[in-house]
């Protein structure tokens, strides 16, 4: 695609304000671990080299800059490989180097200690993917740190200007993954299948890369988090500093979200869980109840195989029913024991009908080209996406990390009527009358 038949202008024309009680800080960092490689790396590495960045409440902005969604080197090197899985230029979103946020670069940390909410972002994606939703919860008080995962994010560019694109064996991986029996843990008629069908997934799983990171990224945030406890990064000093340890929560999206599961269920100072449209990778979370309270907010997996003449072998034909309470999604079978699925008072599960897979990001805010936006979800849902988004994970958080009793998800689901509430009892009635 020539750069003349490319609509670069039509990109990164806008950002959406952000309301709340501070100004908004944003940093960034690295960290090295001393103990731990880069397996992915051309060349196999000593230590692993990480990038962190945080959004914050930030105090006095006098003298700061607005950080603009991209920088220079980042506007090809984070999102190009994702773009260039759906066929768009890598350098599609350039325009977002001139595309100011409502963050403050390297902005003072206001006064005080807040929660801090440790995110991982989608395979092939980069940190700064959920960037709305990073601001939304800093002007509520809230610390959201994202970490880059080198060789393994689709990019990342140092705080010294270096690049790290994701590794090409990765990217070769995506042609492994076991489609049909991921479609079928999902969504096979019975609960002895689905079972069947998930441990047939998670073996597969084993021999490629999307089996074996999960544990990787999650002890990644760990460590960042760890060092930022013990005040061992000098370049985060005032940051670290104002971070409340004892009111940690997990967020993450896709590969990201199953992640961020793992993290909530292996610290015991967590709060809360966001599981932004994700899958299972490993078995752990399996028929399991998550320790903390959980929100998952999913998308229509099944719109595209409504129109389809034939289904594929293993899936319940329920599928083709309009989306509604009973569709069923990538996460069902985690988070809760399946003969009690639905039952807890703070499991919170949601479906946004007409939002694809890859508009759960800041593309609904920055892809401007129809190509782009047609990937992306309807054109009635794209500019609600983010408003929906905040209102689900900030009263969420508000209520289960911030302790304030605001009547969630009451308030959040009067100001977004299109979000569908899952109803799990079909999951919970199979495993009863299966055991």
Request: hydrophobic share 40%.
């Amino acid at each position: 695609m020539t750069e003349t038949a490319y609509d670069y202008a039509a990109n990164c024309r806008s950002w959406p304000t952000v309301e709340g009680p501070f100004p908004i800080g944003t940093a960034e960092f690295e960290v090295t671990d001393p103990l731990r490689s880069s397996q992915y790396a051309p060349t196999l590495t000593p230590t692993r080299r990480l990038y962190a960045r945080a959004w914050y409440p930030a105090g006095d902005v006098t003298g700061c800059r607005r950080r603009p969604y991209f920088t220079e080197a980042e506007a090809t090197a984070l999102p190009g490989m994702m773009l260039s899985l759906f066929q768009q230029p890598v350098d599609a979103l350039r325009e977002g180097a001139r595309l100011p946020t409502n963050a403050w670069a390297d902005a003072p940390p206001a006064a005080g200690r807040f929660p801090v909410i440790g995110f991982n972002h989608g395979y092939t994606s980069y940190p700064s993917q959920q960037t709305a939703l990073f601001e939304h919860l800093a002007a509520r008080g809230y610390i959201v740190l994202t970490v880059g995962h080198p060789w393994e994010s689709g990019g990342i560019v140092y705080p010294d200007g270096e690049a790290v694109t994701m590794s090409r064996r990765i990217v070769d991986d995506l042609s492994k993954l076991p489609v049909a029996t991921m479609m079928s843990a999902i969504a096979a008629p019975t609960h002895r299948l689905q079972l069947a069908a998930l441990r047939t997934q998670v073996q597969a799983l084993r021999d490629v890369s999307m089996g074996r990171l999960a544990s990787v990224w999650r002890d990644d945030v760990y460590f960042v988090l760890d060092r930022l406890e013990e005040n061992a990064v000098p370049t985060a000093a005032a940051l670290a500093a104002a971070i409340d340890h004892d009111r940690r929560a997990y967020m993450g999206m896709s590969y990201g979200a199953y992640t961020a599961g793992l993290m909530a269920q292996g610290d015991p100072r967590a709060r809360a869980l966001v599981h932004l449209d994700g899958g299972i990778w490993t078995w752990e979370l399996v028929d399991t109840d998550l320790r903390t309270p959980f929100l998952t907010l999913g998308t229509d997996l099944w719109a595209p195989h409504r129109a389809l003449p034939e289904l594929t072998p293993g899936v319940d034909p329920a599928i083709r029913e309009p989306v509604g309470p009973a569709t069923r999604a990538g996460q069902d079978l985690a988070y809760e024991r399946h003969e009690a699925a639905g039952a807890r008072t703070d499991g919170h599960r949601f479906l946004v009908p007409g939002i694809n897979h890859l508009g759960v990001s800041d593309l609904t805010e920055l892809a401007g080209t129809p190509a782009i936006r047609a990937v992306l979800g309807t054109e009635a849902v794209l500019p609600r996406f983010t408003p929906i988004q905040n209102a689900l994970v900030g009263g969420f958080l508000d209520r289960y990390l911030g302790g304030i009793d605001n009547g969630f998800p009451g308030p959040a689901l009067t100001a977004c009527p299109e979000v569908i509430v899952q109803d799990l009892s079909w999951l919970r009635e199979r495993a009863l009358a299966e055991r």
